[in-house]
């Protein structure tokens, strides 16, 4: 079992790991070495010098109304929220007196007044072919991870390929991470999510051919 | 070294929360280095780390009210401009590039060697994708667990995971080059020579 950098992550950052790849990086200095490289990666980003704010900010947040004290527009939203609240409650009391088996099958879900919108919108994005590709991707990643770190050595092509791919991989990623703020339909969803598992296995590829090429 | 989340005093949030506006520019003088150097490292660019430090401080005076205290000030503040720049970067993923501007840091720089590090594993971070650049610095730096990055992407604990093997796996390419395996082939470009 060779270590993947998830694997060299999880040492690094002192964390369970399976003890067959511990007993693998005890015994091979190289990926010490290589766990070691990774804190000092960590350290430097830490030690990244800060950023002076801009000036004139503040000025700017103070001018806004919603900053000012004894600002009253708080009070009219709440106004709103309460009136909301009670049509929702108006709406829902009047809806009690039905039995369960008076309700037509689309009134379920759906019409609960108190359902979070974005829960349902997500709930909608899961279809039993979507939940697939999900799990189909988590596959990928894992045997995706399962390669080994990435040897330093590598030839351009493979480099423009591999970057390429992540690349695709990451905007899709970005799409389906807002997915529930965007509005996505359930087939754009489950069409980006069949391209990122395509994009997956393509990766899987190079990375197999090129850690076979590489002797790992 | 980065910005680091500030104490601040228990006595200046209670007169934030009277509507003080002294204590409102103290929170901005306390809390605006970490925001805005945050902001920079996960956006690269400066208008959007602006616009995140104005939009994080507008919601953290409308709502220092609804503070429990539970954690430090500073890590509350600093969960709020987490989100904005989450949602900075969603708004803007469509919109590629963006200009580095890497020299406006503040850390004295105490010499030329540890300077040239510095601007290249500056200029390797901006070169990550972003959501992978985020998963790294809200993990690596700011200490972020991978069940909350998940959370607040509104992914899973793997996906951060994934996402921030894949960016060390980056970031060592572009900072040690990526060198031929034999010599017709040309190096990749790279922070360093080959």
């Known amino acids: 079992m060779y270590p993947s950098t998830d694997d060299l992550l999880r040492i690094r950052d002192h964390e369970p790991v399976d003890a067959k790849v511990r007993a693998v990086v005890d015994a091979e200095p190289s990926l010490q070495a290589e766990v070691e490289r990774l804190r000092a990666m960590r350290n430097a980003l830490r030690a990244l010098p800060a950023f002076e704010p801009p000036p004139g900010v503040w000025d700017r947040i103070a001018e806004i109304p919603e900053t000012r004290p004894g600002s009253s527009w708080r009070r009219p939203l709440r106004g709103a929220i309460a009136a909301t609240v009670a049509a929702l409650a108006i709406l829902f009391l009047m809806r009690a007196p039905q039995s369960p088996d008076t309700l037509l099958p689309s009134t379920t879900v759906a019409e609960v007044p108190t359902q979070d919108a974005s829960n349902r919108l997500t709930r909608r994005l899961v279809t039993p072919t979507y939940a697939s590709l999900v799990a189909e991707s988590a596959r990928l990643e894992r045997q995706l991870s399962q390669i080994g770190y990435r040897p330093r050595l590598i030839n351009a092509g493979t480099a423009t390929t591999v970057t390429g791919l992540e690349d695709q991989i990451a905007l899709i990623d970005a799409q389906l991470m807002y997915s529930r703020v965007d509005g996505l339909q359930p087939n754009q969803a489950e069409a980006l999510l069949r391209t990122r598992v395509d994009l997956m296995n393509a990766l899987l590829k190079v990375r197999y051919a090129h850690a076979q090429r590489s002797g790992f | 070294m980065g910005a680091q989340v500030p104490q601040v005093d228990t006595a200046v949030v209670a007169a934030a929360r009277r509507g003080d506006r002294v204590a409102h520019a103290r929170l901005y003088q306390l809390c605006s280095p970490m925001v805005y150097t945050l902001a920079r490292r996960m956006l690269v660019s400066p208008a959007m780390a602006e616009d995140v430090l104005q939009e994080t401080f507008v919601e953290v005076i409308r709502k220092v009210d609804t503070y429990r205290g539970d954690a430090g000030f500073g890590f509350w503040v600093r969960r709020i401009a987490v989100n904005k720049c989450l949602m900075q970067l969603r708004s803007s993923w469509s919109s590629r590039r963006v200009d580095m501007e890497l020299t406006d840091a503040v850390c004295p720089r105490t010499d030329a ?82």
Request: charged share 25%.
């Open chain 2, 113 to 194: 060697a540890q300077a040239e590090r510095q601007i290249a594993l500056e200029r390797a971070l901006a070169e990550l994708p972003e959501t992978s650049r985020a998963v790294v610095w809200l993990h690596d730096v700011e200490g972020y667990t991978h069940k909350e990055i998940g959370q607040m992407m509104g992914r899973t604990t793997s996906f951060s995971k994934s996402q921030l093997a894949r960016a060390h796996e980056r970031l060592r390419g572009l900072l040690s080059g990526e060198c031929p395996e034999d010599e017709n082939q040309v190096c990749t470009p790279a922070l360093t020579t080959c």
